[in-house]
């Protein structure tokens, strides 16, 4: 039984950063492309970055490059998304999702695709 389990969402001040992590468990895919997502209220749900675990090839959202940077630890199972200079439109429920065969040319954008996700924690920036 394959779960992802997100965790280090909360509340935090313009200009602040959160670490939301990501554990897989269950989960016999050591090579595949891992991602993070949010939806606001009343928004489509959004990419906001990937990573492939073997290599660690990552990609962005053009809005979040440069705030935001994926990270993995392949040894924990685990996904990272580390957010900084946090805007209040960032405010949103973030989704890690797993299983996709590979992240390039566009397609870790395809939410569709991913086989397995978590529950969500909920970012709030004021």
């Known amino acids: 039984h394959v779960q992802l389990v997100e965790s280090g969402g909360g509340s935090v001040q313009a200009g602040g950063s959160l670490t939301l992590s990501c554990v897989a468990s269950g989960y016999p895919d050591k090579s595949d492309c891992r991602a993070w997502f949010r939806q606001a209220p009343g928004k489509e749900r959004e990419g906001v970055a990937a990573?492939?675990?073997?290599?660690?090839?990552?990609y962005y959202a053009g809005s979040m490059e440069g705030r935001f940077i994926i990270s993995r630890d392949n040894a924990q199972n685990t996904h990272y998304l580390q957010m900084n200079n946090l805007r209040p439109e960032d405010s949103a429920m973030y989704y890690c999702a797993a299983g996709l065969a590979y992240c390039s040319g566009g397609y870790w954008l395809a939410q569709d695709e991913y086989r397995h996700w978590g529950q969500g924690t909920q970012v709030t920036v004021s």
């Open positions: 990573i492939y675990t073997t290599g660690g090839n990552t």
